[in-house]
């Protein structure tokens, strides 16, 4: 257990390695990227709040993901709810028309859409980039809440059948807090799914209509980068390991993530 | 009961079927106002799904039931004015016990006074004063049992249907809530349809039982008729226990009939339809056997006990008469002392506990 | 019980994600399908060129296509093993902890998914600097002088591929593992079985099915993968994705651009399904015991 356990830390460190560094690059006072920093100066954490493209692009992602977010649930909620209960003919074949999308590989999908888009002049707008994402994170909602929607006890609904609630009242009343779990956990990994996406953004945000990962790439494949990017980076990483501390000590992680496969 | 012109429910040749098994066949029932009927049955019986059909969980395929004097197979649950408790009770896990009992009101947009009010007195009444601001998973199993119920007559039902609500309890909790569930009725005077298994229970705390077997009612009465005049085996050995025969009637003359089960002799009252060489089956309760020491009046059976279970309030014997075996159930012996295996003994049957049942008798 | 619902309200639920499944999936699959077929672009003036295979020949026939797939295939079968190789120990270990400890090793494999990938490419990218930490930490043990020229070469794609994969690979593995419960394993011990055997005969054929998934997951994920191979691999390691982007995008040349990803498509699947096909026979074949 003992090789085990250094083994384990040894790529514990290692994966945080490359996190850790953004910090002490984006420390320095220069404005070139080096390790070890020159001179010690906090000007490009400052300068994240006077970039005004790096901001609205983080504004973009974040309405994007929750735009993207709510969509799903309001979608694959429904969804579940026919598929389990239902007794349809062609469960199986349906469940796996919905998970589809995550067996092609994305920059295949990224690039069918780029050329359907194009004739319908969705290409490069918000709608179509909020499409794109509800294909590949409606498989994940759907099986999350699948999961959640198979643990409901029915007997509560009839319940309040027997008591006089039309179903709309069951529903909003009884159902859906018995769900909240579901759809909160739902609500937030949906949201860093698409935040955090690169390809179909990419290719399908328009020109000055960037979100954060896709303006961080153009910076540093393309456009050069000051160390303002490491500082943004270590930003990221830091709310990233806070969301997931939070999230793993609630409502547990590994129960939702591993649903997807 | 006399019937009356507006019975609260009635089945008219109800009929379900699930995936070509037939649950229910063209049942038919009646139920009175205020009545405390029990459908007792056997799983798979269909007294659940009985119920299930009248709450409006489930449609008939055939047949229709009356909600005093209405069809109501248009109807849906929320519209029949009906009280509901589940076996597992389904309280709402995310509210605490004064908004599960005053769901009903509130989805009634019942002012809040008035619900404040009518939820006091359903705890007054189910003796649970206090506990409104608790939650379901803070409470023991008999007092969601209680909340259940409180739930379910907040909204003063036409009609109490309660689903083997007591088979989650144990058994001390079984008997006191046997007695609450009494007490609520006679005091309420609501309408209660009790769907159970447990015979106890049914003959604890029913106007009326009817007994079920796969999908029909063999016998609807009084506790007292269905215990001793059970009309057919299956009730007879279902309800309580019975020792059953089947007997070669041998002789019938100056009103008394003579049956024989090999060296088992018995003795009933003649009654029109039984004439010599026929077989019927006779049963009798263990309890109804009378145990003499040997050599003790006539006209009874010599046995010998083979075996002696001491019960505390009672004792049990295994007898044998000749190749029939009894179950004898008596008293504790004033004197202490108890019959042991090999010991001879005396049983006669007294003519009025002999139970006649169906000839040849279809086996239970 | 409540009556199940109507089919006709269960079908009027599923038309939001049928309609979208349809019309933005669907359609544009077969749409890109048909474009690969094409001899040239459509245009204006030409809206529906003739139908010809003649840019999957070209793919098929070009050397430089072929070991442009080759090297796909590579980076995907290296980049699956190691992260594989890696992630079970951890995934073991994972489920042998709890608390704490748990949440921190937790939170450094998963934490591609939570970070965007980008920053964690970010920090490779400076760690492998010609003068970056990892020359720096070698040059002060005497062992190289001078620039390393590591970004740019195949070693450097694979290690950032397997940083960003590795979470997929532990989720399930984690999952898979959780399910195999202590008493079994102990109950080998206690019958005297080495740990090597232990391993063998035991936990590996109990999660076989968490492997193959991985293992599908993985190599279909870094195949198809494009972030790394552009920042971090260059035009040293060409790989499929980066020619579909440059063709989709900058060329515009999207019947080739297309053809080539169908090719990758069926690469990822063909191997997807043969491996999972293989590892069926051999779990037929072999006489895996239970305990």
């Known amino acids: ?261 | 009961m006399r019937a009356t012109a507006n019975p609260v429910l009635r089945f008219d040749r109800v009929s379900k079927a699930f995936q070509g098994q037939i649950v229910l066949n063209e049942l038919t029932l009646e139920m009175q106002q205020g009545e405390f009927l029990t459908l007792l049955g056997p799983s798979g019986c269909g007294k659940t799904t009985s119920l299930n059909l009248v709450a409006g969980l489930l449609r008939p395929d055939a047949g229709t039931i009356f909600l005093r004097g209405k069809p109501v197979d248009s109807l849906p649950p929320r519209r029949r004015g009906l009280g509901l408790v589940f076996q597992s009770w389904a309280l709402f896990p995310h509210m605490n016990v004064f908004d599960n009992i005053g769901f009903g009101l509130k989805i009634r947009s019942a002012p809040s006074t008035e619900i404040r009010k009518r939820v006091g007195e359903m705890l007054d009444l189910v003796r649970l004063p206090g506990v409104g601001e608790k939650f379901p998973s803070q409470l023991s199993g008999g007092m969601q049992q209680r909340v259940a119920l409180a739930r379910a007559l907040v909204t003063r039902p036409d009609l109490l249907l309660l689903d083997e609500p007591l088979s989650n309890l144990d058994a001390a909790l079984r008997k006191e809530m046997q007695i609450e569930l009494r007490r609520i009725h006679s005091q309420l005077r609501v309408s209660t349809l009790l769907v159970t298994h447990s015979q106890e229970e049914a003959l604890m705390m029913s106007d009326r039982i009817a007994v079920m077997r796969s999908g029909i009612i063999e016998c609807i009465d009084t506790p007292q008729r269905v215990y001793n005049q059970p009309p057919t085996r299956f009730v007879c050995t279902f309800v309580g226990e019975a020792n059953t025969f089947k007997c070669r009637v041998d002789e019938v003359a100056h009103g008394e009939a003579k049956l024989s089960c090999g060296a088992l002799k018995i003795v009933v009252g003649a009654r029109p339809g039984i004439v010599a060489g026929q077989t019927v089956v006779a049963a009798i309760r263990p309890e109804n056997v009378v145990l003499a020491a040997a050599g003790a009046g006539s006209g009874s059976n010599d046995a010998v006990i083979v075996d002696a279970v001491f019960k505390g309030n009672n004792i049990s014997y295994s007898a044998v008469v000749g190749s029939e075996m009894l179950n004898v159930v008596t008293p504790p012996p004033a004197d202490g002392c108890t019959l042991a295996k090999g010991d001879k003994v005396l049983l006669s049957f007294p003519k009025s506990k002999v139970i006649l049942l169906e000839a040849g008798g279809v086996d239970a | 019980m409540p009556r199940p619902a109507p089919q006709a309200m269960s079908l009027a639920l599923l038309v939001p994600i049928l309609l979208l499944l349809i019309f933005f999936f669907l359609f544009p699959l077969a749409y890109l399908l048909y474009l690969s077929s094409l001899a040239q672009q459509p245009t204006l003036q030409n809206p529906l060129p003739e139908l010809s295979s003649i840019n999957y020949l070209k793919i098929l026939q070009d050397s430089f296509y072929l070991s442009m797939s080759l090297n796909s295939t590579l980076v995907g079968l290296s980049t699956t093993f190691l992260t594989i190789a890696i992630a079970y120990p951890v995934a073991f270990y994972i489920t042998r902890i709890s608390g704490w400890e748990r949440t921190l090793v937790s939170v450094a494999c998963l934490l591609p998914i939570f970070v965007n990938v980008i920053v964690g490419i970010l920090g490779w990218y400076i760690l492998l600097l010609p003068f970056g930490i990892v020359q720096q930490a070698l040059a002060g043990l005497g062992i190289v002088s001078g620039p390393l020229q590591l970004l740019r070469t195949f070693p450097a794609l694979v290690a950032v591929l397997v940083y960003e994969h590795l979470p997929f690979a532990v989720l399930i593995l984690v999952s898979s593992l959780q399910a195999i419960p202590t008493d079994k394993i102990n109950a080998a011990r206690v019958l005297g079985a080495s740990v090597p055997r232990i391993v063998l005969s035991l936990i590996i054929p109990l999660t076989m099915p968490g492997l193959v998934a991985c293992v599908i997951l993985v190599f279909s994920l870094s195949a198809s993968s494009y972030l790394a191979p552009i920042l971090i691999g260059g035009q040293r390691t060409p790989v499929l994705p980066l020619a579909i982007f440059s063709y989709g995008t900058e060329l515009h040349n999207w019947p080739l651009a297309a053809a080539l990803s169908f090719v990758l498509l069926v690469l990822v699947v063909a191997i997807s399904y043969g491996f999972s096909a293989a590892m069926n026979r051999i779990a037929k074949l072999g006489q895996w015991e239970f305990v």
Request: charged share 10%; aromatic share 10%; proline share 5%.
């Open chain 1, 1 to 261: 257990m003992v090789g085990l356990r250094i083994f384990v830390y040894v790529v514990i460190a290692l994966m945080l390695l490359p996190v850790l560094i953004t910090f002490p690059v984006a420390l320095t006072a220069t404005s070139r990227i080096s390790f070890p920093p020159i001179g010690l100066s906090m000007r490009w954490f400052a300068s994240i709040l006077t970039d005004q493209v790096l901001l609205q692009s983080i504004a973009r992602s974040f309405w994007l993901a929750l735009t993207v977010a709510a969509l799903s649930i309001a979608i694959a909620l429904p969804c579940a709810f026919a598929v389990q209960r239902g007794r349809l003919r062609y469960r199986n074949a349906l469940e796996t028309l919905i998970t589809s999308p995550r067996m092609i590989p994305q920059i295949v999908f990224v690039l069918a859409l780029l050329v359907y888009f194009e004739p319908i002049r969705l290409a490069q707008k918000f709608a179509g980039l909020v499409i794109a994402h509800l294909v590949i994170t409606i498989p994940f909602a759907f099986r999350t809440l699948l999961v959640s929607v198979s643990t409901l006890d029915r007997r509560l609904e009839a319940s309040s059948d027997v008591l006089g609630a039309t179903p709309l009242q069951t529903f909003r009343l009884i159902v859906l807090p018995q769900l909240k779990t579901g759809l909160i956990a739902s609500f937030i990994f949906t949201f860093i799914l698409s935040f955090n996406n690169v390809t179909l953004a990419l290719f399908l945000s328009g020109i000055g209509q960037r979100t954060l990962p896709v303006e961080m790439f153009t910076r540093m494949n393309v456009a050069g980068m000051t160390p303002v990017i490491p500082a943004i980076s270590f930003v990221l990483s830091v709310v990233g390991v806070l969301l997931f501390v939070v999230l793993d000590r609630t409502i547990g992680v590994y129960r939702f993530l591993a649903a997807r496969e």
